[in-house]
């Protein structure tokens, strides 16, 4: 079963911002919004049900108006009843229009929500949907720690009491900002994954041997932020020297999160290894890569263009007997 969203809720919780106003006194519907998806019933008005999204949102706008009002009130009764024939969440006038009294008396005895914005349709609509996008991206909790350093976002993860709290506060003490510690709520918006702490433990962050803490009490507001996009996940592994780590960088490695390919660094740690400042300059390395500075890769090529000039110059050398 899809994720449900509640017409109240969308009333609630952006009902001000998008300018929401109830014509019914109706918030509870019977179907939720599953969908961030809307539907404007223009040909189902005019009797084409075939394609009618009865599921989604249901927009009315100047065009659907326009097209009632053309009609006298036995005809809008018969093609309003035609939108209620299917059970619906909710259906929504824009630019403040005035219901037919038909469209009013339907949404009432259906107990359909009947809402209306002073906004423009496809203002309304654009606001709408990045909304309830949000509320309906493909979501999950990581246990690690976001940072963001220099403008980067590094999700650090790692088996438990590795020591992700304390990179990340040690980060914080030299001017970074946490954006949530233990537990990071990430999701998908677009092609990018974005991470932020849960509610009830925003900023927060348990120290072994020292307890909780507020990072934003102790630190300030500049120390904090509310959410920010993985660009980096930071695998932190015991030193194994058995293994054999990556010591040139030439081969990209990236970790799955919710279908998007997320650039991964596995840093080994031992005990004095200073963690942090690697941290910074992985941040710093992956904004050179953004701009397209490769340093493994420049210096690779700058090796192959000297193994070629020395092939070059030995073969001069072999004939060169004067």
């Known amino acids: 079963m899809g994720q449900e969203y509640p017409v109240q809720e969308l009333f609630e919780d952006n009902g001000e911002d998008l300018g929401l106003e109830t014509l ?5 519907s019977p179907l939720p919004i599953t969908s961030p998806d809307v539907h404007r019933p223009a040909f189902a008005l005019t009797g084409f049900m075939a394609n009618y999204l009865h599921e989604r949102i249901q927009i009315i706008g100047e065009t659907e108006w326009l097209y009632l009002r053309s009609l006298d009130r036995a005809q809008t009764d018969v093609t309003v009843g035609r939108l209620f024939s299917k059970p619906l969440c909710c259906m929504i006038l824009t630019k403040g229009l005035e219901p037919p009294p038909e469209l009013v008396e339907h949404a009432r005895v259906s107990g359909v929500p009947l809402l209306r914005t ?7 609509i654009h606001e709408l949907t ?17 940072v963001d350093v220099y403008g ?30 233990d537990v990071v709520e990430v999701f998908r918006h677009g092609d990018a994954i974005l991470g932020r702490g849960r509610e009830h433990l925003k900023h927060y962050m348990e120290i072994r041997g020292i307890g909780i803490i507020n990072v934003m009490d102790v630190f300030g ?25 990556d010591r040139h960088g030439l081969d990209e490695h990236y970790t799955d999160i919710l279908g998007i390919d997320v650039r991964q660094v596995v840093i080994p740690i031992f005990p004095g290894k200073n963690i942090t400042v690697i941290a910074e300059t992985i941040a710093l390395n992956h904004m050179l890569k953004v701009y397209g500075i490769d340093a493994a890769k420049r210096l690779d090529q700058q090796l192959l263009d000297m193994m070629d000039s020395d092939k070059k110059t030995r073969r001069y050398l072999l004939y060169d007997h004067e």
Request: charged residues 25%.
């Open 152 to 181: 980067v976002g590094l999700l650090f993860s790692g088996r438990s009491a590795i020591g992700k709290s304390e990179i990340a506060l040690d980060l914080v003490e030299r001017g970074h900002r946490l954006v949530a510690d």
């Open 221 to 245: 507001i500049r120390a904090v932020r509310i959410q920010k996009r993985v660009e980096v996940v930071v695998q932190l592994e015991e030193w194994d020297p058995t293994k054999d780590w």
């Open 24 to 28: 019914t006194g109706n918030l509870s």
């Open 118 to 124: 002073r906004m423009q349709t496809t203002e309304f």
């Open 130 to 146: 990045g909304y309830l996008e949000l509320i309906f991206a493909p979501r999950t909790m990581i246990h690690g720690s976001l």
